[in-house]
């Protein structure tokens, strides 16, 4: 995984490690970092245009150091200083180097701007507000109205860094550098889709336990129940699906598929007579009816004939149970939750805390931690980017998902993987986070860049799976 750390525990880390270091030695690391980025992305460094957009702080201070480091390689280095107050040193070297210096009120600024191969954004880090002066807002606009790429220092700013929200005016960075370690706005949507591609410097800080952490491929291989000589098809998990109605059936085909292709050994259908004849039709290998199971998922696509009361029994059983899209309306917050997973889109969210839907959107990471504590459940809430909170205060996030898998029924084959998940025995956090991330995956397979089906979404899991597990075909 990747780890995310709140402001507070960069500043706590950054100040333990300072207290043995010589002055500066942290803005010397997190500058070399941030150059060498730059000349990797431009390709070259000699004769660069290079503008720095330079706030009051240490952001600005990162940028004016970097850009010295360029203009002693040939590079053309202009700095614009947003604020009456700018990192003295940062200045003196940047001078020093040959760069040059703009004040604000520079009226050669747009035009370095126009024609600049890149534009740094120091203007503010983990010290910011959020949101842009006009006076910032008017430079970044040069950049934008001429397509020149923008690298972020630390985080595009304006951004909200703890949690991920963009309430106002931020910058858009075609890539952004970063040090010690990841913030939470790299990671969580609105904010993290403004970040581009993340580059990750050491700078050798030592951190405590992370606030949200990215599911990766590796986590995958360390924590996918993948069968061995002794198992057979009760003990790989049995998932018990209640899905589909007269009104959808389909849902319970797409939903079993998803299902079938995760770790289970076997797969109870109980729903309407014909919706299990259309089930079995298209899965054979499925059995109709009650029976003993390691886990339930429950909801999607039944419509009205949800049985509140009994989901509720089954909420209060032992057995894990994994409630999706009708399957929510059962959710109430009363009692102990810790073994469900509720996976909503962000409508469902709305309607589960009273809200409305743009403001679940809008503060994702709030609301799927709010309703995580409320509910006393393990919320995965949809997404471009996935965020999944564990009632204990644990978060993840999957990113690897496609645009194109927006697309009907794709809900339904996540549902049935992550139930498929949790029958074989992971936690709630792990099933979650296995689902959405070789959910993901899968639709990266299926999409291939263009169009798919949830259906093809369900077919491409299993080849998912083997590649991440990195497992040679026998034979
Ligand atoms: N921590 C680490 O390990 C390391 C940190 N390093 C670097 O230091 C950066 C943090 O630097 P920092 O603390 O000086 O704060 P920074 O973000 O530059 O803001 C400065 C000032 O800006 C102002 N301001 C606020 N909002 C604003 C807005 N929206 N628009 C305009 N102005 C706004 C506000 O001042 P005010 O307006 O309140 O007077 C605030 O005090 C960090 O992100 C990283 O790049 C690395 O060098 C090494 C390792
Ligand atoms: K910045």
């Known amino acids: 995984m990747r780890h995310a750390h709140t402001v507070e525990q960069v500043r706590a880390a950054e100040a333990d490690l300072m207290a043995r270091l010589p002055e500066g030695t942290l803005m010397q690391r997190a500058a070399s970092g941030l150059a060498v980025a730059i000349s990797n992305y431009l390709g070259h460094t000699y004769g660069a245009r290079v503008v720095l957009l330079v706030g009051s702080g240490d952001n600005g201070g990162d940028a004016l150091y970097a850009g010295a480091q360029l203009a002693r390689r040939g590079a053309q280095v202009t700095a614009i200083l947003l604020s009456d107050k700018a990192h003295d040193a940062g200045i003196a070297a940047l001078t020093a180097a040959g760069g040059r210096i703009h004040p604000l009120a520079s009226s050669a600024k747009g035009a370095a701007i126009a024609s600049a191969d890149i534009v740094v954004d120091g203007i503010v880090g983990i010290g910011g507000r959020p949101g842009l002066k006009p006076e910032a807002q008017a430079v970044v606009q040069v950049a934008v109205d001429h397509d020149v790429p923008i690298v972020a220092v630390d985080m595009p700013s304006g951004v909200d860094v703890d949690s991920g929200e963009t309430p106002a005016e931020h910058v858009k960075a075609a890539f952004t550098v970063t040090f010690g370690t990841h913030k939470i706005c790299h990671f969580v949507d609105p904010a993290a889709a403004a970040c581009g591609p993340v580059h990750l410097i050491d700078i050798g800080l030592e951190l405590p336990a992370p606030a949200v952490s990215a599911i990766q491929d590796a986590d995958i291989r360390e924590r996918y ?73 429950i909801g999607s696509g039944l419509g009205d004939e949800l049985e509140v009361d009994k989901v509720r029994e089954l909420l209060n059983a032992e057995e894990p149970v994994l409630l999706d899209a009708d399957g929510l309306k059962a959710l109430d917050d009363s009692g102990d939750h810790i073994g469900v997973l509720a996976t909503p889109h962000a409508g469902e969210l709305a309607r589960l805390l009273g809200v409305e839907r743009s403001t679940v959107e809008a503060e994702r990471l709030k609301h799927a931690k709010l309703a995580a504590e409320r509910f006393d459940v393990t919320v995965l809430l949809k997404g471009a980017t996935t965020v999944i909170a564990a009632p204990d205060g644990q978060v993840r996030v999957s990113s690897n998902a496609t645009p194109w898998l927006a697309t009907a029924g794709a809900g339904d084959v996540l549902a049935g993987l992550c139930g498929s998940l949790l029958a074989a025995g992971l936690t709630p956090l792990d099933a979650a986070s296995l689902g959405a991330y070789l959910h993901g995956a899968a639709a990266q397979l299926a999409s291939a860049s263009g169009p798919l089906t949830a259906m093809q979404v369900a077919k491409k899991i299993p080849e998912a799976t083997r590649l991440l597990l990195d497992q040679d075909i026998p034979g």
Do not use: C, F
């Not at 109605?245 to 849902?251: N, T």
């Open 225 to 297: 129940p993948v069968p061995h000589g002794e198992s057979d098809k009760y003990s790989r998990g049995v998932l018990g699906l209640m899905a589909g109605s007269s009104q959808y059936p389909g849902a319970a085909v797409i939903a079993t598929s998803g299902a079938l292709a995760g770790p289970i050994g076997m797969l109870r259908y109980l729903g309407p007579d014909e919706v299990a004849t259309a089930v079995r039709a298209a899965h054979p290998e499925i059995v109709a009816g009650e029976g003993r199971v390691q886990a339930w998922a």
